[in-house]
């Protein structure tokens, strides 16, 4: 998520708080410089923060995660549940979810450098069934040391697939994680998909990406609840509005393809305008 998109998103009030994307940590834990500036396009919006890590190695975790609250991180969120199979070889991410042991000393071992700060977990269902979640959930939420679960429904396995049983998933899920509160995560387009999953399961909240794309103001939609949304424009004219937003920062035409892409997707109506410029073309404005 580039530092332009972070900041038109809190110029057009897109959203109240933020989950940065993961910072992957192997060995050693980078210096406070480094740390500093992947938070700050975040900390520059006043709004709360909470940085995800990722990574194999508890120690390295929980140093970065207390250099992180000293930076004004308002939480940590552990990442046990990206599919990529470059990050779950090494154990990382998802991959975690095959070691429960691990995944318990990775969590006792960042609440114990950070005793005072929430800490939360991004993880799925599983890594090949969500039959897993019921050894998984109880462990983790029985150390104490989990504020909150993110709860993707698929596993693994299933990477971003079309899956039958996604509300049945996260019923279960909610049953296997009490008392901790869940946040439900994985196909939520719209305001009243959200508004019918709260409803049924009780959860503490949702959590939205590739919808938050396809509609930027889809978080303010669902805070409205099932309320009139007549009065905030459309999905289209609040993509035209945020992809405004980044270019007047000054965005190079090869990163500005490739945000159109994610905003618009095949029907993106600026590609063919983008891709007769100069790739690394810093572009300002393009007709909207």
């Known amino acids: 998520m580039s530092p332009e998109l972070i900041r038109a998103a809190d110029a057009l009030g897109l959203t109240e708080r933020w989950m940065t994307p993961f910072l992957r940590l192997s060995t050693a834990v980078p210096g406070t410089r480094k740390l500093a500036e992947f938070a700050a396009p975040f900390l520059e919006s006043g709004l709360p923060v909470t940085v995800q890590l990722m990574g194999n190695r508890p120690e390295v975790i929980a140093a970065a ?71 998984i959930l109880p462990a983790l939420a029985e150390t104490g040391c989990v504020s909150a679960f993110f709860l993707h429904f698929r596993t693994v396995r299933e990477q971003y697939r079309p899956v039958s049983g996604r509300e049945e998933r996260f019923e279960a899920g909610l049953r296997l994680a009490a008392p901790v509160p869940v946040v439900l995560n994985g196909d939520i387009d719209s305001p009243d998909d959200a508004s019918e999953l709260l409803e049924r399961t009780g959860a503490a909240g949702v959590m939205c990406a590739r919808g938050w794309l396809r509609d930027p103001l889809l978080l303010n939609r669902i805070r409205q609840g099932r309320r009139d949304n007549s009065g905030l424009p459309s999905a289209d004219e609040a993509r035209h509005r945020l992809f405004r937003c980044v270019l ?25 305008r983008l891709k007769q410029l100069p790739p690394t073309a810093a572009v300002s404005r393009i007709d909207l």
């Open 65 to 135: 995660a207390a250099r992180f609250m000293e930076l004004g991180a308002a939480g940590i969120n552990l990442n046990f549940g990206c599919p990529s199979r470059q990050v779950t070889s090494g154990g990382a991410g998802g991959g975690a979810l095959r070691d429960l042991a691990g995944m318990v000393t990775t969590v006792e071992t960042v609440k114990k450098a950070i005793p005072a700060s929430p800490l939360s977990v991004k993880l799925r269902t599983g890594w090949e069934s969500p039959d897993e979640m019921q050894r």
């Open 248 to 272: 007047e920062q000054g965005f190079k035409v090869c990163r500005a393809i490739e945000l159109s892409n994610f905003l618009w997707g095949s029907a993106n109506p600026f590609f063919e």
